[in-house]
Protein backbone atom coordinates (compact mmCIF):
# COMPACT_ATOMS: atom_id res chain seq x y z
CA UNK A 1 0.00 0.00 0.00
CA UNK A 2 1.02 3.45 -0.85
CA UNK A 3 0.12 5.30 2.43
CA UNK A 4 2.17 2.26 4.55
CA UNK A 5 5.34 2.80 2.07
CA UNK A 6 5.16 6.76 2.74
CA UNK A 7 4.71 6.68 6.33
CA UNK A 8 7.63 4.22 6.50
CA UNK A 9 9.79 6.34 4.37
CA UNK A 10 9.12 8.74 6.94
CA UNK A 11 9.79 6.79 9.56
CA UNK A 12 13.33 5.69 8.18
CA UNK A 13 13.77 9.27 7.84
CA UNK A 14 13.34 10.26 11.43
CA UNK A 15 14.97 7.43 12.91
CA UNK A 16 18.23 8.09 11.02
CA UNK A 17 18.64 11.23 12.92
CA UNK A 18 20.93 10.76 15.55
CA UNK A 19 19.39 13.82 17.44
CA UNK A 20 15.94 12.98 17.12
CA UNK A 21 17.05 9.20 18.36
CA UNK A 22 18.74 10.76 21.24
CA UNK A 23 15.70 13.36 22.05
CA UNK A 24 13.52 10.32 21.86
CA UNK A 25 15.36 7.79 23.80
CA UNK A 26 18.44 9.30 25.35
CA UNK A 27 17.00 12.22 27.13
CA UNK A 28 14.39 10.54 28.67
CA UNK A 29 16.78 7.64 29.92
CA UNK A 30 18.95 10.52 30.99
CA UNK A 31 16.62 11.64 33.07
CA UNK A 32 15.65 8.79 34.82
CA UNK A 33 19.19 7.34 35.13
CA UNK A 34 19.64 10.53 37.17
CA UNK A 35 17.05 10.06 39.77
CA UNK A 36 17.29 5.79 39.84
CA UNK A 37 21.26 6.52 40.87
CA UNK A 38 20.41 9.43 42.96
CA UNK A 39 18.30 7.26 45.33
CA UNK A 40 20.46 4.35 45.52
CA UNK A 41 20.21 2.93 42.74
CA UNK A 42 20.63 -1.23 42.73
CA UNK A 43 21.04 -1.04 46.06
CA UNK A 44 17.59 -0.96 47.06
CA UNK A 45 16.72 -2.66 44.31
CA UNK A 46 15.15 -5.85 46.22
CA UNK A 47 11.78 -6.29 46.81
CA UNK A 48 11.61 -7.63 50.21
CA UNK A 49 13.06 -6.60 53.87
CA UNK A 50 14.31 -8.69 56.66
CA UNK A 51 15.17 -8.60 60.27
CA UNK A 52 17.69 -10.35 61.58
CA UNK A 53 16.27 -12.94 64.17
CA UNK A 54 17.03 -11.59 67.84
CA UNK A 55 19.50 -13.59 69.89
CA UNK A 56 17.33 -14.39 73.57
CA UNK A 57 18.32 -16.12 76.45
CA UNK A 58 15.94 -17.44 78.98
CA UNK A 59 16.85 -18.24 83.09
CA UNK A 60 13.55 -19.86 84.09
CA UNK A 61 13.72 -20.67 87.68
CA UNK A 62 10.19 -20.58 88.25
CA UNK A 63 9.74 -23.65 90.82
CA UNK A 64 5.87 -24.36 89.96
CA UNK A 65 3.46 -24.63 93.16
CA UNK A 66 0.51 -26.34 94.23
CA UNK A 67 -1.67 -22.93 92.97
CA UNK A 68 -0.78 -23.57 89.55
CA UNK A 69 -1.14 -27.10 90.00
CA UNK A 70 -4.50 -26.72 90.75
CA UNK A 71 -5.41 -24.61 87.76
CA UNK A 72 -3.20 -25.43 85.02
CA UNK A 73 -5.61 -28.26 83.76
CA UNK A 74 -7.68 -24.74 82.77
CA UNK A 75 -4.40 -23.17 81.11
CA UNK A 76 -3.49 -23.95 77.18
CA UNK A 77 -0.38 -24.96 78.89
CA UNK A 78 -0.21 -28.53 78.06
CA UNK A 79 2.24 -30.61 80.73
CA UNK A 80 4.11 -27.62 82.13
CA UNK A 81 5.17 -27.67 85.42
CA UNK A 82 5.16 -23.96 86.01
CA UNK A 83 3.91 -20.72 84.43
CA UNK A 84 7.38 -20.29 83.57
CA UNK A 85 7.66 -23.23 81.72
CA UNK A 86 4.59 -22.08 79.36
CA UNK A 87 6.59 -18.57 78.53
CA UNK A 88 9.49 -20.42 77.70
CA UNK A 89 8.07 -23.23 75.57
CA UNK A 90 5.80 -20.04 73.87
CA UNK A 91 9.31 -18.40 73.03
CA UNK A 92 10.62 -21.69 71.57
CA UNK A 93 7.51 -21.92 69.51
CA UNK A 94 8.54 -22.32 65.69
CA UNK A 95 6.69 -19.58 64.71
CA UNK A 96 8.59 -17.20 66.10
CA UNK A 97 11.57 -19.00 64.50
CA UNK A 98 12.58 -15.93 62.32
CA UNK A 99 12.22 -12.99 64.78
CA UNK A 100 13.88 -15.10 67.93
CA UNK A 101 16.74 -18.05 68.56
CA UNK A 102 15.93 -18.78 72.13
CA UNK A 103 18.71 -20.75 74.10
CA UNK A 104 18.24 -21.37 78.47
CA UNK A 105 20.91 -20.55 81.41
CA UNK A 106 20.83 -21.74 84.55
CA UNK A 107 21.00 -17.96 86.49
CA UNK A 108 19.97 -14.50 86.11
CA UNK A 109 23.36 -13.79 86.29
CA UNK A 110 24.50 -15.77 83.08
CA UNK A 111 21.36 -14.50 81.70
CA UNK A 112 23.04 -11.30 82.31
CA UNK A 113 26.16 -11.94 81.32
CA UNK A 114 24.60 -12.94 77.79
CA UNK A 115 23.50 -9.53 77.36
CA UNK A 116 26.52 -7.72 78.82
CA UNK A 117 28.83 -9.52 76.13
CA UNK A 118 26.53 -8.86 73.09
CA UNK A 119 26.36 -12.60 73.16
CA UNK A 120 22.60 -12.06 73.26
CA UNK A 121 20.22 -8.96 72.69
CA UNK A 122 17.76 -9.69 75.25
CA UNK A 123 17.55 -11.59 78.55
CA UNK A 124 14.41 -12.81 80.38
CA UNK A 125 14.33 -13.87 84.06
CA UNK A 126 11.47 -15.69 85.12
CA UNK A 127 11.56 -15.65 88.80
CA UNK A 128 11.55 -18.41 91.28
CA UNK A 129 7.84 -17.93 92.74
CA UNK A 130 6.41 -16.85 89.25
CA UNK A 131 4.01 -19.22 88.97
CA UNK A 132 2.41 -18.79 92.95
CA UNK A 133 2.33 -15.42 92.67
CA UNK A 134 0.81 -15.71 89.31
CA UNK A 135 -2.21 -18.21 90.75
CA UNK A 136 -2.74 -15.65 93.75
CA UNK A 137 -5.31 -13.53 93.09
CA UNK A 138 -4.00 -10.58 95.49
CA UNK A 139 -0.21 -11.35 94.04
CA UNK A 140 1.09 -9.51 91.19
CA UNK A 141 3.91 -11.66 88.90
CA UNK A 142 6.59 -9.99 87.08
CA UNK A 143 9.27 -10.86 84.59
CA UNK A 144 12.64 -9.06 84.14
CA UNK A 145 13.39 -8.31 81.13
CA UNK A 146 17.05 -7.19 80.84
CA UNK A 147 18.19 -5.81 77.18
CA UNK A 148 21.21 -4.63 74.69
CA UNK A 149 20.74 -0.39 74.95
CA UNK A 150 22.65 -0.55 71.54
CA UNK A 151 19.86 -2.50 70.17
CA UNK A 152 16.30 -1.41 69.31
CA UNK A 153 14.20 -2.98 66.85
CA UNK A 154 15.06 -6.89 68.11
CA UNK A 155 14.05 -6.46 71.57
CA UNK A 156 10.99 -4.47 70.65
CA UNK A 157 9.86 -7.42 68.93
CA UNK A 158 10.81 -9.78 72.09
CA UNK A 159 8.80 -7.38 74.64
CA UNK A 160 6.04 -7.23 72.45
CA UNK A 161 5.32 -11.14 71.66
CA UNK A 162 6.06 -11.32 75.76
CA UNK A 163 3.73 -8.68 76.60
CA UNK A 164 0.80 -9.30 74.41
CA UNK A 165 1.12 -13.30 75.47
CA UNK A 166 1.14 -12.02 79.49
CA UNK A 167 -1.89 -9.54 78.99
CA UNK A 168 -3.72 -12.43 77.60
CA UNK A 169 -3.15 -14.61 80.70
CA UNK A 170 -3.59 -11.76 82.89
CA UNK A 171 -7.17 -11.42 81.55
CA UNK A 172 -7.68 -14.81 82.67
CA UNK A 173 -6.51 -14.03 85.78
CA UNK A 174 -8.78 -10.47 86.28
CA UNK A 175 -11.72 -13.26 85.27
CA UNK A 176 -11.25 -15.17 87.89
CA UNK A 177 -10.77 -12.45 90.14
CA UNK A 178 -13.94 -10.55 89.63
CA UNK A 179 -15.52 -13.75 90.26
CA UNK A 180 -13.66 -14.49 93.64
CA UNK A 181 -14.69 -11.10 95.04
CA UNK A 182 -18.46 -11.39 93.77
CA UNK A 183 -18.67 -15.02 94.83
CA UNK A 184 -16.13 -14.58 98.19
CA UNK A 185 -14.98 -17.88 96.96
CA UNK A 186 -11.65 -19.29 96.07
CA UNK A 187 -12.69 -22.73 95.61
CA UNK A 188 -10.46 -24.44 92.57
CA UNK A 189 -13.95 -25.71 91.11
CA UNK A 190 -15.22 -22.16 90.57
CA UNK A 191 -11.96 -21.57 88.99
CA UNK A 192 -11.87 -23.75 86.76
CA UNK A 193 -15.27 -23.27 85.87
CA UNK A 194 -14.53 -19.24 85.31
CA UNK A 195 -11.65 -20.42 83.28
CA UNK A 196 -13.63 -22.60 80.88
CA UNK A 197 -16.29 -19.91 80.39
CA UNK A 198 -13.03 -17.32 79.42
CA UNK A 199 -11.54 -19.57 77.51
CA UNK A 200 -14.37 -20.42 75.33
CA UNK A 201 -15.10 -17.00 74.92
CA UNK A 202 -11.33 -16.01 73.37
CA UNK A 203 -10.12 -17.26 69.97
CA UNK A 204 -9.96 -20.85 69.69
CA UNK A 205 -10.11 -21.40 73.18
CA UNK A 206 -6.56 -19.30 73.97
CA UNK A 207 -6.73 -15.61 75.28
CA UNK A 208 -3.13 -14.83 73.85
CA UNK A 209 -4.03 -17.15 70.26
CA UNK A 210 -5.17 -13.90 68.29
CA UNK A 211 -2.28 -12.25 69.93
CA UNK A 212 0.56 -14.58 68.96
CA UNK A 213 -0.35 -14.76 65.38
CA UNK A 214 2.63 -13.22 63.94
CA UNK A 215 4.39 -13.76 60.69
CA UNK A 216 8.14 -12.43 60.35
CA UNK A 217 8.61 -9.31 58.25
CA UNK A 218 11.27 -11.48 56.13
CA UNK A 219 8.41 -13.12 54.47
CA UNK A 220 6.56 -10.51 53.70
CA UNK A 221 6.86 -8.44 50.47
CA UNK A 222 7.81 -4.42 50.71
CA UNK A 223 4.71 -3.31 48.49
CA UNK A 224 7.19 -1.80 45.96
CA UNK A 225 11.00 -0.41 45.44
CA UNK A 226 11.06 2.73 46.44
CA UNK A 227 13.83 3.60 44.11
CA UNK A 228 11.80 1.87 41.17
CA UNK A 229 8.12 3.69 42.85
CA UNK A 230 10.18 6.91 42.12
CA UNK A 231 11.58 6.77 39.11
CA UNK A 232 8.77 5.19 37.74
CA UNK A 233 7.25 8.06 38.50
CA UNK A 234 9.40 10.20 36.86
CA UNK A 235 9.74 7.91 33.85
CA UNK A 236 5.87 8.01 33.41
CA UNK A 237 6.20 12.05 32.98
CA UNK A 238 9.22 11.71 30.80
CA UNK A 239 7.91 9.41 28.37
CA UNK A 240 4.63 11.31 28.07
CA UNK A 241 6.13 14.63 28.12
CA UNK A 242 9.05 13.79 25.34
CA UNK A 243 6.02 11.68 23.34
CA UNK A 244 4.50 14.43 22.47
CA UNK A 245 7.68 16.30 21.33
CA UNK A 246 8.07 13.76 19.63
CA UNK A 247 4.53 13.85 18.02
CA UNK A 248 4.85 17.37 17.28
CA UNK A 249 8.13 16.81 15.79
CA UNK A 250 7.35 14.16 13.13
CA UNK A 251 4.44 16.30 12.32
CA UNK A 252 6.65 19.45 11.31
CA UNK A 253 8.44 16.39 8.16
CA UNK A 254 4.99 17.71 6.51
CA UNK A 255 6.06 21.42 6.94
CA UNK A 256 9.74 21.03 6.47
CA UNK A 257 9.16 19.09 2.79
CA UNK A 258 6.58 22.04 1.83
CA UNK A 259 9.40 24.47 1.85
CA UNK A 260 12.02 21.84 0.37
CA UNK A 261 9.63 21.10 -2.46
CA UNK A 262 9.17 17.76 -2.09
CA UNK A 263 5.87 17.63 -0.97
CA UNK A 264 4.40 19.82 -3.63
CA UNK A 265 6.29 17.12 -6.04
CA UNK A 266 4.68 14.22 -4.54
CA UNK A 267 1.20 16.25 -5.04
CA UNK A 268 1.68 15.98 -9.15
CA UNK A 269 2.29 12.01 -9.07
CA UNK A 270 -0.21 9.97 -9.72
CA UNK A 271 -0.59 9.49 -6.38
CA UNK A 272 -3.53 10.98 -4.53
CA UNK A 273 -3.16 14.18 -1.76
CA UNK A 274 -5.35 12.12 0.54
CA UNK A 275 -3.15 9.25 0.41
CA UNK A 276 0.08 11.12 0.33
CA UNK A 277 -1.36 13.11 3.65
CA UNK A 278 -2.32 9.94 5.00
CA UNK A 279 0.85 8.21 5.03
CA UNK A 280 2.70 11.42 6.55
CA UNK A 281 -0.04 11.39 9.06
CA UNK A 282 0.60 7.57 10.08
CA UNK A 283 3.92 8.17 10.24
CA UNK A 284 3.57 10.14 13.02
CA UNK A 285 1.56 7.21 14.73
CA UNK A 286 4.05 4.69 14.12
CA UNK A 287 7.06 6.90 14.97
CA UNK A 288 5.07 7.96 18.77
CA UNK A 289 3.93 4.50 19.11
CA UNK A 290 7.88 3.00 18.73
CA UNK A 291 8.92 5.40 21.19
CA UNK A 292 6.83 4.54 23.96
CA UNK A 293 6.93 0.98 23.35
CA UNK A 294 11.10 0.80 23.59
CA UNK A 295 10.34 3.68 26.58
CA UNK A 296 8.65 1.23 28.84
CA UNK A 297 10.70 -1.74 27.73
CA UNK A 298 13.88 -0.10 28.26
CA UNK A 299 12.99 1.60 31.47
CA UNK A 300 11.74 -2.21 32.88
CA UNK A 301 14.78 -3.55 31.95
CA UNK A 302 17.19 -0.55 32.92
CA UNK A 303 15.78 0.78 36.01
CA UNK A 304 13.11 -2.57 36.92
CA UNK A 305 9.92 -0.22 36.53
CA UNK A 306 6.69 -2.13 37.18
CA UNK A 307 4.41 -0.29 34.30
CA UNK A 308 1.25 -3.06 35.22
CA UNK A 309 -0.32 -5.65 33.98
CA UNK A 310 -0.19 -6.17 29.80
CA UNK A 311 -3.85 -5.28 28.49
CA UNK A 312 -4.49 -1.64 30.58
CA UNK A 313 -1.01 -0.80 29.85
CA UNK A 314 -1.02 -1.50 26.18
CA UNK A 315 -4.66 0.48 25.99
CA UNK A 316 -3.07 3.40 27.39
CA UNK A 317 0.11 3.36 25.46
CA UNK A 318 -2.25 2.94 22.52
CA UNK A 319 -4.35 6.22 23.42
CA UNK A 320 -1.38 8.24 24.84
CA UNK A 321 0.49 7.75 21.01
CA UNK A 322 -3.02 8.64 19.30
CA UNK A 323 -3.07 11.41 21.43
CA UNK A 324 0.40 12.53 20.86
CA UNK A 325 -0.11 12.13 17.18
CA UNK A 326 -2.92 14.22 16.59
CA UNK A 327 -1.82 16.66 18.78
CA UNK A 328 1.33 16.77 16.67
CA UNK A 329 -1.16 17.14 13.75
CA UNK A 330 -2.97 19.74 15.00
CA UNK A 331 -0.12 22.30 16.33
CA UNK A 332 1.48 21.74 12.88
CA UNK A 333 -1.80 22.53 10.84
CA UNK A 334 -1.63 26.36 12.06
CA UNK A 335 1.52 26.98 11.40
CA UNK A 336 2.22 28.74 8.39
CA UNK A 337 6.68 27.19 8.04
CA UNK A 338 8.75 25.06 10.22
CA UNK A 339 10.60 28.19 11.46
CA UNK A 340 7.66 28.60 13.65
CA UNK A 341 8.27 25.42 15.12
CA UNK A 342 10.95 26.54 17.47
CA UNK A 343 8.24 28.98 19.09
CA UNK A 344 5.77 26.14 19.32
CA UNK A 345 8.26 23.26 20.73
CA UNK A 346 9.57 25.66 23.17
CA UNK A 347 6.10 27.39 24.42
CA UNK A 348 2.91 25.54 23.83
CA UNK A 349 4.22 21.86 23.95
CA UNK A 350 7.37 22.50 26.66
CA UNK A 351 4.18 24.28 28.38
CA UNK A 352 1.21 21.97 27.91
CA UNK A 353 4.02 19.09 28.89
CA UNK A 354 4.89 20.56 32.26
CA UNK A 355 1.13 20.85 33.35
CA UNK A 356 0.67 17.70 32.48
CA UNK A 357 2.86 16.53 34.22
CA UNK A 358 1.51 17.70 37.34
CA UNK A 359 0.77 14.53 39.33
CA UNK A 360 4.16 13.79 38.98
CA UNK A 361 5.21 16.75 40.81
CA UNK A 362 2.80 16.20 43.21
CA UNK A 363 4.61 12.92 44.03
CA UNK A 364 2.00 10.46 41.96
CA UNK A 365 -0.67 11.09 45.02
CA UNK A 366 -3.78 9.48 45.00
CA UNK A 367 -5.59 12.07 46.37
CA UNK A 368 -6.89 14.51 43.52
CA UNK A 369 -5.77 18.10 43.92
CA UNK A 370 -6.66 21.22 42.20
CA UNK A 371 -3.34 20.85 40.32
CA UNK A 372 -4.22 17.41 39.29
CA UNK A 373 -7.76 17.87 37.80
CA UNK A 374 -6.08 21.50 36.17
CA UNK A 375 -3.75 18.88 34.48
CA UNK A 376 -6.33 17.18 32.41
CA UNK A 377 -7.53 20.24 30.72
CA UNK A 378 -4.30 19.04 28.19
CA UNK A 379 -3.95 15.55 26.91
CA UNK A 380 -0.74 14.62 28.65
CA UNK A 381 -2.15 14.96 31.67
CA UNK A 382 -4.80 12.14 30.55
CA UNK A 383 -1.39 9.98 29.42
CA UNK A 384 0.29 10.48 32.63
CA UNK A 385 -2.73 9.94 34.38
CA UNK A 386 -3.38 6.17 32.52
CA UNK A 387 0.42 5.33 32.95
CA UNK A 388 0.23 6.11 36.53
CA UNK A 389 -3.19 3.88 36.83
CA UNK A 390 -1.54 1.13 35.00
CA UNK A 391 1.47 1.48 37.38
CA UNK A 392 -0.69 1.34 40.32
CA UNK A 393 -2.87 -1.61 39.63
CA UNK A 394 -6.12 0.66 38.83
CA UNK A 395 -9.65 -0.83 37.84
CA UNK A 396 -9.94 -1.71 34.27
CA UNK A 397 -13.11 0.62 34.20
CA UNK A 398 -10.34 3.39 35.54
CA UNK A 399 -8.03 2.59 32.95
CA UNK A 400 -10.54 2.77 29.79
CA UNK A 401 -12.49 5.71 31.29
CA UNK A 402 -9.10 7.54 30.78
CA UNK A 403 -8.15 5.55 27.14
CA UNK A 404 -12.14 6.80 26.27
CA UNK A 405 -11.13 10.58 26.87
CA UNK A 406 -7.71 10.06 25.88
CA UNK A 407 -9.16 9.07 22.05
CA UNK A 408 -12.31 11.87 22.21
CA UNK A 409 -9.18 14.45 22.76
CA UNK A 410 -7.43 12.65 19.99
CA UNK A 411 -10.61 12.36 17.58
CA UNK A 412 -10.79 16.21 17.69
CA UNK A 413 -7.63 17.14 17.63
CA UNK A 414 -6.70 14.99 14.11
CA UNK A 415 -9.95 15.94 12.45
CA UNK A 416 -9.26 19.52 13.16
CA UNK A 417 -5.45 19.29 12.28
CA UNK A 418 -6.59 17.05 9.23
CA UNK A 419 -9.04 19.24 7.74
CA UNK A 420 -6.60 22.14 7.95
CA UNK A 421 -4.17 20.20 5.96
CA UNK A 422 -6.92 19.37 3.54
CA UNK A 423 -7.70 22.49 2.66
CA UNK A 424 -4.21 24.15 2.81
CA UNK A 425 -3.34 21.54 -0.52
CA UNK A 426 -6.74 21.31 -2.21
Known amino acids: MKILDIALKDMTRSFRSYFALMFMFGVPLLMGGMFYFMFGGRGNAGNSFSVPATKVVVANLDRGGPGFDAVKAEFPVGDAQSMGAVILSTLQDKQFADLMKVTTVDNAEAARSEVDTQAAGVAIIIPADFSERFSDLSATATIELYKDPTLTLGPAIVESILSQYMNGMSGAKIAVNVVAKQTGSTDPKLIGSVLQAYMGGSPAGDPSASLLEVRSPSSVKAPSNPVSA ?14 FFTGASSAQSILREEEEGTLPRLFTTPTTQTTILGGKLLAVVLTVAVQMIVMVILSRLIFGIAWGAVLPLALIILGSVVAASA ?13 QAAVVFGGVVTATGMLGMAKVFTGGSTVSGPLDTVSLFVPQGWAVRGLLQTMNGAPLGDILLTVAALLIISAVLFTVGAMRFQKRYA
Open 230 to 243: IVGLIMAGMTVFYA
Open 327 to 339: FGVFLMSLLKNAK
